[in-house]
């Protein structure tokens, strides 16, 4: 299946892209637009304005996502959507003080190479959280 997004990710749509690929479609194509028009009719929008998978209610595009397709029983992205919220929107809903980091270094991530690039560096990023954050649930504590 096609996804589209906007050219240019951070660390909301690298997020969107991780969660696709990994929960979603894991054969998953990215396309990445510079204009909403450019979006092919056979592609799933998402992180774009005006689109289902969308930032809509407060929420930000990872979040819609997990909703949409049912992942929100699992604590571990339930834990990484709150620090992608906070990265991204940086409200102060949720106590993500890991935020600000994680969005430092998408951002550097970002700045050395194309969005292909970043889509394949961020990967292992997002792994390593998701793992991180499953141990932990499993432990009932931060994992050694």
């Not at 892209?17 to 450019?38: K, M, N, S, Y």
């Not at 700045?111 to 560096?121: F, K, L, N, Q, S």
Request: hydrophobic fraction near 40%; charge should be negative.
């Amino acid at each position: 299946m096609k996804w589209a997004t906007r050219a240019g990710i951070h660390i909301n749509r690298a997020a969107c892209v991780w969660l696709i690929r990994r929960f979603v479609d894991p054969q998953a194509e990215f396309l990445f637009v510079t204009d909403p028009a450019e979006v092919p009719a056979d592609a799933t929008p998402f992180d774009m304005r005006g689109v289902e998978l969308g930032h809509h209610h407060g929420d930000c595009s990872f979040e819609t996502i997990l909703r949409r397709y049912d992942l929100t029983a699992d604590p571990a992205l339930q834990r990484i959507a709150e620090i992608i919220h906070e990265a991204d929107l940086d409200d102060e809903r949720f106590d993500a003080p890991e935020a600000p980091g994680l969005d430092v270094v998408l951002r550097g991530l970002s700045m050395i190479g194309d969005d292909e690039h970043t889509m394949a560096v961020t990967k292992p990023v997002f792994d390593g959280l998701y793992e991180y954050y499953r141990r932990a649930t499993l432990l009932g504590r931060e994992p050694a």
